[in-house]
């Protein structure tokens, strides 16, 4: 089966730092880009992230320009999204998304691509 599982979430003070992690499973993720988006209570998602092998990584959401990284890592099949200097606006869940075997090895140039896989997400909270 085609699934994708975060974990790496929790509470964290401001200033400080995570690492998420995305397992992905059922597919090669060397093969098909895997994004990154949060969405926080009351308001809309918002796209974070995207990797792949044959884009990189990118950041979609200017808020997260300099402290947030997408990254990849083949050989165990999961995608990464490093978070530093985090606020308390950056409280939310956090998803990753991908369209698993069938998808592209492209990151979408549309931040609101619809993906058809997404894991159950992983809760951050940053604590004033």
């Known amino acids: 089966q085609v699934q994708l599982v975060e974990s790496g979430g929790g509470l964290v003070q401001p200033g400080g730092s995570l690492t998420l992690s995305c397992k992905a499973s059922g597919f090669d993720a060397e093969y098909h880009s895997i994004s990154w988006f949060r969405q926080a209570p009351g308001k809309q998602r918002e796209a974070i992230s995207c990797a792949s092998s044959s884009s990189g990584s990118r950041i979609y959401a200017e808020s997260a320009q300099g402290r947030f990284t997408a990254s990849m890592n083949f050989d165990t099949n999961t995608a990464y999204l490093q978070l530093t200097g985090l606020e308390s606006e950056d409280t939310a869940v956090y998803f990753c998304?991908?369209?698993?075997?069938?998808?592209?090895?492209?990151?979408?140039?549309?931040?609101?691509?619809?993906?058809?896989?997404w894991g159950q997400g992983t809760r951050v909270t940053v604590s004033s």
């Open positions: 998304a991908t369209d698993g075997p069938l998808g592209s090895n492209f990151c979408p140039t549309d931040s609101k691509y619809d993906y058809t896989i």
